[in-house]
């Protein structure tokens, strides 16, 4: 008998998937496009343009793509559950696809990050973030690559809903539209070349 895992796709190899799972965190962007709090949600939108690739898909709560990046096959992932339920859709996903942790690769804004400016992370807990808490409860690890947009603070503590989910001055979304492109070429990096070497051209 022939191993059917081999011959139903070239993505499978005894099983493994070898294509990366690249996820964006945010909120529908019907209501919240142009939100602090939908980073991830943008940054996915500026890989699929700089790669030509159309989320047209439909499925596990998500839209969704499978595209090419450096070479590589790769699923891009949108969730539609809102941010706090991130980590259902991702788990649907993983679980169809049979997709490593390490091929995981999770982009979210931050606040404890300056505008403009990315980290990347192999792993890590999921700080005061919801949907990171989301993804982590669902997937039951933390070993998983993440991208984090910076986004700052707001002036007042007390202000931080409004300011992550309100809309963002026109005088503030070119920095944050750097973040966004820094984010971008910072998963291309990783599919190239591996998350070491982005870790330190990024960081």
Same mark, same amino acid.
């Given at each position: 008998?022939?191993?059917?895992?081999?011959?139903?796709?070239?993505?499978?190899?005894?099983?493994?998937?070898?294509?990366?799972?690249?996820?964006?965190?945010?909120?529908?962007?019907?209501?919240?496009?142009?939100?602090?709090?939908?980073?991830?949600?943008?940054?996915?939108?500026?890989?699929?343009?700089?790669?030509?690739?159309?989320?047209?898909?439909?499925?596990?709560?998500?839209?969704?793509?499978?595209?090419?990046?450096?070479?590589?096959?790769?699923?891009?992932?949108?969730?539609?559950?809102?941010?706090?339920?991130?980590?259902?859709?991702?788990?649907?996903?993983?679980?169809?696809?049979?997709?490593?942790? =390490?091929? %995981? +690769?999770?982009?979210?804004? $931050? *606040?404890?990050?300056? @505008?403009? &400016?990315?980290?990347?992370?192999?792993?890590?807990?999921?700080?005061?973030?919801?949907?990171?808490?989301?993804?982590?409860?669902?997937?039951?690890?933390?070993?998983?690559?993440?991208?984090?947009?910076?986004?700052?603070?707001?002036?007042?503590?007390?202000?931080?809903?409004?300011?992550?989910?309100?809309?963002?001055?026109?005088?503030?979304?070119?920095?944050?539209?750097?973040?966004?492109?820094?984010?971008?070429?910072?998963? =291309?990096? %990783? +599919?190239?070349?591996?998350? $070491? *070497?982005?870790?330190? @051209?990024? &960081?």
């Amino acid at each position: 008998m022939y191993n059917i895992s081999i011959l139903i796709d070239d993505y499978i190899i005894q099983g493994k998937i070898k294509m990366y799972l690249i996820v964006g965190l945010g909120n529908p962007e019907s209501e919240y496009a142009n939100t602090r709090h939908n980073m991830g949600f943008d940054t996915i939108n500026e890989i699929a343009k700089n790669n030509n690739i159309s989320i047209t898909k439909s499925k596990f709560k998500a839209l969704y793509e499978i595209g090419i990046i450096q070479g590589k096959k790769v699923i891009l992932l949108k969730p539609q559950t809102f941010m706090n339920l991130s980590g259902e859709a991702i788990k649907e996903v993983v679980n169809f696809y049979n997709i490593e942790a =390490e091929k %995981i +690769i999770v982009i979210y804004d $931050d *606040i404890d990050t300056e @505008k403009g &400016n990315i980290r990347i992370r192999k792993k890590g807990g999921a700080g005061s973030h919801n949907g990171m808490k989301s993804v982590i409860q669902e997937l039951n690890t933390t070993e998983f690559i993440r991208i984090r947009v910076g986004i700052g603070q707001p002036e007042f503590k007390n202000d931080m809903i409004n300011y992550v989910l309100g809309k963002v001055p026109e005088e503030e979304q070119k920095v944050l539209q750097q973040g966004i492109k820094n984010a971008t070429n910072a998963v =291309e990096e %990783i +599919i190239k070349n591996g998350i $070491d *070497i982005a870790m330190n @051209k990024f &960081n």
